[in-house]
């Protein structure tokens, strides 16, 4: 019974542990426990679009109008571009110093299958806002149609006669409490799907650790710092100076979350989880977090801008190409755009990529010089981009002089 009562995110810990160990040395048996991280996956997958709908609308109608709105979304935004935009600059300041693409040798690519697909311009991007059909939209999972159709049905309930209003509020706040049940038990089988989940990867990329341990190396190490730097001094910098709250108290409270987004690499996906820890253990109010949470695993990829960065310079460096000021600040402008319309899903950054490497006249194939180091890389960054997530709403509710669990 003791093993029961070990905190979850030790629990998290010890799944990734032991997925890394069978999947490496059992590779045979991956058959058997791969079905585990499909479900999981596909439950949280099952309960994001009602999750976000029913929290945003919940969010917005007590929030009790467009003024208070339109105070709260600026606030988010800004701190949202702030974040993103610090993000950028410091792997472009440390991409410049390591320098880690001059001397890596030209046969280390993979080709890309169906990147381009994906691809369209930044207009396309922002265009996608506006959805033609809500239920569409929600049937294919696009979560920013569906956060901007929440925030205008929103305000609008405000507006409508007494009774109506009434009844809408209460029905909606009823769907989201019942969604965040369903969700609390969905994470209570966290480990199992985080086993099934990283057994399965490291079985699928153990052929590589040779190339990942090689000449990958210097970049990969630049990417880390400079990850590393954002998230454990820009962020929590911010947290305590800006918001006056303690960054390493709330980091602790968002372990779960952080290590699932980790494990999945999908910031959509570990969203319920990132809402439970934010609102419940660092006690910011269900206002705050049912509008910041969900906008910002759409569009805050401070981890994502960082990395395609970093990676659109070393791809110029591994070609001999030398950018000048106005041409990084280009790349700069292009990753904090790109990150903005970056999915959040499983390698939706390499995707994003190649809208960088467009707008910088760089050739495609250079994706294939990183692809094979793209997975440890696209997990880290997933998780900074959770804990950017999470110190912005605890930024926006310090600003609201929220008391929350973890003020100074």
Known sequence: MKILKIKLHWQILIALVLAVIFGYYVPTGIKYTAWMGDIFLTALKMVIVPLILSSIISGVTSMGGGKNLGRLGGKTMLYYLSTSTLAILTGLFLVNIIRPGVGIEMGLTQSVEGLTDNVGSINEILMRIVPPNIFSAMANGEILPIIFFAIIFGVFITQVDDKYKNSLTTFFEAVFEVMMKMTMFIIKFTPLGIFGIVSREVSRNAHQLADIAGGMAIYMLTVVLALGIHAFITLPLIVRFVAKAKPYQHLNNMATALLTAFSTASSSATLPLTMEAVEHKSGVSNKITSFTLP???TVNMDGT????????MFIAQVYGIEFTFIQQILIVVTALLASIGAAGIPMAGLVMLTVILTAAGLPLEGIGLILAVDLPLDMMRTSI??????????TVARSENEETSVAV
């Open 295 to 297: 906008l910002g695993a």
């Open 305 to 312: 801008a960082l990395y395609e960065c970093v990676a659109a």
């Open 385 to 394: 981009n959770v804990w950017s997530d999470s110190c912005g709403a605890v």
